[in-house]
């Protein structure tokens, strides 16, 4: 599947970790980075970015140590691989191979902005199946969890949201997770939809709510089942909380907010006070005539 990569650089988180973190967990954090001669300059810039992201994210998982080393495989345009692949999709990973793969000639597309974000996206995933000891979690909670660790909730997140609920857009969350096999409009929105139900989670139980949730999967508890144990809430009833909440802040204010609503605001008072200006008129008129028809005509 793969086109031979000729270069390899090796990165070991060797860097000073961060207050908190132990530096035997920090050390232990490692990536291969493989790529062709015209990728390889790409490949040394990511294998220079910080690594203490990646191990935050890993303790944010449960994870005491990141595991063993993650293979990152820079593939380009000419390659089987992205021939076969959506031009909007940019990377992937594979949990069980440890394994990252990213299509690192596309300019990047949301969910990511850039080719870091979209590595610290992919190693999300490889670290979320180590978090659930190889059980799968649904597709819209392993994205969701992905953004969530991989970069903040932006401007553009909020938009698609706001987009997605506009157009009544409430899609079950069991039927999201094959929104991720759609067009790319719908792909986005599944994205944004798993985003915004995750950082709804942390918010309403904590940041250690999605250690605790795939810590049940580990242990072979199923994922609704895991979900109740570390939230106290069904899937259900979390799901009908997030769509009161959100269609809230994210259908209504921005539509009552906006410039449209403005100048209809505007609009309709013009309206209304045409209305009454004319009432008066025609009130001031009746007057006069009958004024006019009261008096005596002048010879």
């Known amino acids: 599947m793969y086109t031979p990569l000729l270069l390899q650089v090796a990165l070991l988180a060797s860097a000073a970790p961060p207050i908190g973190i132990e530096p035997e967990v920090a050390s232990a954090l490692e990536m291969s980075f493989e790529a062709s001669p015209r990728l390889a300059a790409k490949a040394r810039l990511l294998a220079e970015t910080d690594p ?34 959506e031009p909007w999709i940019h990377g992937w990973a594979y949990g069980s191979l440890a394994t990252v793969v990213l299509l690192a000639e596309r300019e990047p597309g949301y969910p990511d902005g850039s080719l870091e974000e979209l590595l610290r996206h992919e190693v999300a995933h490889v670290l979320i199946y180590r978090a659930a000891a190889g059980h799968d979690v649904p597709r ?30 409430r899609i079950p969350i069991t039927a999201l997770d094959r929104k991720f096999a ?21 918010r ?18 199923e994922f609704e089942r895991a979900f109740f144990r570390a939230t106290g809430v069904e899937v259900s009833g979390f799901e009908a909380g997030f769509w009161r909440r959100y269609s809230l ?10 410039s449209l609503a403005l100048w209809l605001v505007i609009v309709l008072l013009a309206l ?4 009454v200006r004319r009432r008066r008129r025609a009130a001031l008129e009746a007057a006069w005539s009958e004024d006019t028809e009261s008096d005596p005509p002048i010879n």
């Open 52 to 85: 203490r992201p990646l191990v935050l994210m890993a303790r944010r998982l449960g994870l005491e140590s990141p595991g063993p080393a993650i293979r990152v495989q820079l593939v380009d345009e000419s390659s089987p691989a992205a021939a076969a692949t």
């Open 272 to 275: 209304w006070a045409g209305a």
């Open 140 to 169: 819209w909670f392993n994205e969701g969890v992905a953004l969530e660790l991989s970069r903040p909730w932006g401007l553009e997140d909020r938009s698609r949201l706001s987009l997605a609920l506009l157009l009544n857009e």
């Open 182 to 202: 759609g067009g790319r409009g719908e792909v986005q929105r599944a994205y944004a939809l798993s985003g915004a139900l995750v950082r709804e989670i942390v």
């Open 204 to 221: 309403a139980f904590g940041p250690g709510v999605l250690a605790e949730i795939l810590e049940g999967r580990a242990l072979g508890v």
């Open 249 to 258: 802040w994210y259908r209504w204010l921005p539509l009552v907010t906006s």
